[in-house]
């Protein structure tokens, strides 16, 4: 049977005091892979522009085409190129980081968002401003959230005006269990 990733209450339910020799030997590996190296997470570490539009949009496989997998991807978890998704495996408290390395082509301010199932989430929200070609800028946000089972995930993008280019030198996105 394959090793499968438990929530905090099914991990408790499963786990008795174990009186009756009842936990098995899957029991302890499901165990194990719910509480060990629980992520998953996207990468781009080659320079990449990108055309920042007022309306917010996606990091994904097509504004970084060299979009891929972050080697941690544990089991359980999904992820999704080409809409930059990463897919909560089961309910629990989660958290979002993201590490970007930007250089702007012009001055401009840009926003950064958390998207949660399509929507942003109230407050993860990260602005500045990139002042000039040449300049680099990092922005590194390390935040919880309680989400549910198939829950998506997505870093959005936007500019203060259309078609304001940057560059996305590395782009780290990856969501790793905690509770």
Avoid: C
């Amino acid at each position: 049977m394959a090793d499968t990733i438990r929530s905090k209450a099914d991990l408790v339910a499963l786990l008795p005091d174990n009186t009756t020799n009842l936990i098995s030997p899957q029991d302890v590996r499901d165990f194990l892979i719910s509480v060990l190296d629980v992520q998953a997470g996207l990468q781009e570490t080659t320079t990449r522009t990108v055309t920042g539009n007022e309306a917010p949009a996606a990091f994904n496989s097509t504004s970084l085409s060299g979009l891929a997998n972050m080697a941690i991807n544990s089991s359980g978890f999904s992820t999704t190129l080409a809409s930059g998704t990463i897919t909560a495996p089961v309910d629990g408290v989660y958290t979002v980081h993201l590490d970007l390395l930007l250089a702007p082509t012009d001055t401009q301010a840009y926003d950064f968002y958390v998207y949660l199932n399509g929507s942003p989430v109230s407050g993860l929200v990260w602005g500045f401003t990139l002042t000039g070609s040449g300049d680099r800028e990092s922005l590194s946000v390390h935040v919880p959230l309680d989400l549910s089972a198939n829950d998506d995930i997505q870093i959005y993008y936007g500019a203060g005006v259309d078609s304001s280019d940057f560059q996305v030198l590395k782009f780290f996105f990856w969501l790793e269990r905690i509770g």
